[in-house]
């Protein structure tokens, strides 16, 4: 900042009567009922994922491939995975609830726009649409979470909204493995399905979100302070340090790319995550194939099989809460690190799933073993996703089709295993060596210190 800039927000402080809340204020978001809070989280977690279970009958009706299908899959992940750089600052200017309802309007419109998609290339630009006006709202819900729910209280919150997002991954391809069974329907119908739950969606926002972060409730208020009165030194403390959009838009692009090349834990947990998460889009692309051609399934029995991905999202939801209880007992000694407990064990599970599938889908050996390697490897995965996800979900689709049709499903899985073998040791390194890592980086100690004044304020 420069020293002119300095010298006027010094003298907007000293000229400008901060309104805050006060104590107990239920307008605080951190103040909100217990009923509020989860009806707010639950809203705001809702999702779902179908689109692949429809290749078959699109491919048949526009007269596309099936790599073509899967671009439409990827496209979304791209929309998904870029937008969010840019759209996550305009919270700062609009609100969080204002994002929510633009971008659900904007999402239930390109579900619509697929549904009636006349070729393929619609249905890929449809896609990206759609992912990323999804994105907007997903990548929104950790912020609201952390808006009304203190540091102590976010894990089951957090734990939920994962729960809802990776489960919704196999839960939609067992619904739309139902409707392309029926020649009567196929893939518009899948569509049609996702526009029904993107239009209750988008009322259920309308209808029962609120704005939960501060600084925009603060400005708001603020602002009718100075109406009534006529007074203009009633200022937000964020109208006071206020920044253009434009800075924030430039601080959201570049700082996640400056961390990446910088600090050490993100490289770590990014290269982890990534693969993982790409892993998952992989197996799912390789589930469909994989059963109708070893185990004769047809489309139906095939989307059942997804439900695997569902079990094994449950079974980490329920771990989580002993990781939960694990981190509330060792945080006082272990500090962040606390949090990689099951990390530590997902990590090996990983790789272990993912032999087990590679390796018994066989004519000889029964269905049920593969597809408790699916649900072994979503169990170990769903701890991981508890951090966050990125574009690898968008690249793995592209090379993944041609990788299995050279090396088949069982090498390229068991390739998959070996480099999920090989980042086991990220976590362990993390959770022994974690707090002298930190203690290097000026970003870790600033965040560190900033969640030891939320805790001493009791956020």
Known sequence: MTSNASRLLNVRRKNADAVTFEDNDTRDPMNFSYKKKWTITLVASAASASFSMGYQSMMRELNCTQFQATVGLSMWSIGFGMVPLITSSFTEEFGRLNIYIVSSFGFMLTEIMVALSPNIQTVILGRLLGGAFGSTGATLVGGSIADIWGPHERGQPMAFFSLACVAAIGLGPVIAGVIEADPRLGWRWIQWIHVMFSGAYFISVVL????????????????????????????????????????????????????????????????????????????????????????????????????????????????????????????????????????????????????????????????????????????????????????????????????????????????????????????????????RIRARSRVSRKILEEQELQEKMGK
């Open 208 to 435: 029962l979100m609120k704005e939960t972060r501060a600084t925009i409730v603060l400005t708001r208020l603020a602002r009718k302070k100075r109406k009534e009165t006529g007074d203009a030194r009633y200022q937000a403390k964020a109208e006071i340090e206020k920044q253009s959009l434009m800075t924030l838009i430039k601080i959201s692009c570049t700082r996640p790319i400056y961390l990446l090349l910088t600090e050490p834990l993100v490289q770590s947990f990014s290269l982890w995550i990534g693969f993982t998460w790409g892993v998952v889009f992989a197996l799912v692309e390789s589930v469909s194939p994989d059963f109708q051609a070893v185990y004769g399934f047809d489309i139906q029995n095939t989307g059942f099989i997804f439900s695997t991905i569902t079990l094994g999202s449950f079974i980490g939801y329920f771990a989580n809460i002993y990781q939960e209880k694990l981190y509330q007992k060792h945080y006082p000694r272990k500090r962040q690190e606390a949090r990689l407990y099951l990390p530590c064990a997902a990590a090996i599970l990983l790789p272990i799933g993912m032999f087990i599938y590679a390796w018994t889908v066989r004519p000889d050996i029964h269905w049920i073993v593969p597809a408790i390697g699916l649900t072994v490897f979503m169990s170990g995965a769903f701890v991981i996703f508890m951090v966050t996800g990125n574009l690898a979900v968008a690249i793995f689709p592209l090379f993944t089709t041609q990788m299995f049709a050279r090396l088949t499903h069982k090498w390229s899985l068991t390739l998959f295993g070996c480099i999920g073998a090989a980042l086991v040791p990220i976590p362990w390194v993390l959770f022994f060596y974690g707090s």
